[in-house]
């Protein structure tokens, strides 16, 4: 017996152990250099305000420093103040885009599934989606007020755009062969829309929901700069009234952070909802 013979064989399953811990590893190290790619252009910019503010390349009235808007920052946070307007935005985007999203999900559902809902329907929401947010505010404060109504019909109407175009699209997209096998097990209304309809359209439909949250916040900061007495843009707004650009400036920065914070539990939701959407086929 030659001495290779009595060498023992690795076991499959801990070379399958060997396999999963270094895509994990590999995973991880892919993930951390996405994460310090991705940092290195705010960091960029911050570095450059910093110079800027510090060498006097542009007023400090006009510029302030980034050390002087993160101690802002932290005193409208200890106060209240920020986290009391922040939340009356974040309240007026919850009520529109949950309207955005009945309305929009009904007309994208309707227009997919049917060419004569589609032939009556889409001619008109196409011109109504193309007049911009500032255009419907002189409109609906002569018709609502300037109250929450005018505000959520904006943010609703700013969301519901691509979240029916993005319903109707799902629908429409679904192979033709995902259908026909349907038709062949005899499903039932409930299991062609979820064992089919929704699974194949999640994709779609996700990607609705997420360009319509992102216009949702963007036209309430708009709408909150024309014409609010409260939320984080009225904040904005009440800074630039009384030249404080700190103020202006850390409002800013809480808008961008809340905006990417939505945006990646959007994401998240996604990824899950995939996830099942694989199993589901």
Known sequence: MSSTDTLPLPLPHSRNLAARSLRWRQAVLARLRDSALALLLPAAI???WHLAARHGWVAAQILPAPEQVALTLFELWDSGELWANLSISLGRVAWGFSAALLIGTALGVAMGLSKTAEAYLY?????????????????????VGIGEAMKILIIAKAAAVPITINTQQGIRNIPANFLEVARVYRFTPRQLWLKVVFPASLPSLFNGLRYGLTNAWLSLVTVELLASSEGIGYQMVWGRQLFQLDVVMACMVVIGLVGLAIDRLLQLAETFLLRWRRSAF
């Open 46 to 48: 911050v570095l450059l």
């Open 123 to 143: 001619p008109s929401f196409k011109a109504l989606s193309e007049i911009p947010v500032l255009g419907w505010i002189p409109l609906l404060i002569m018709l």
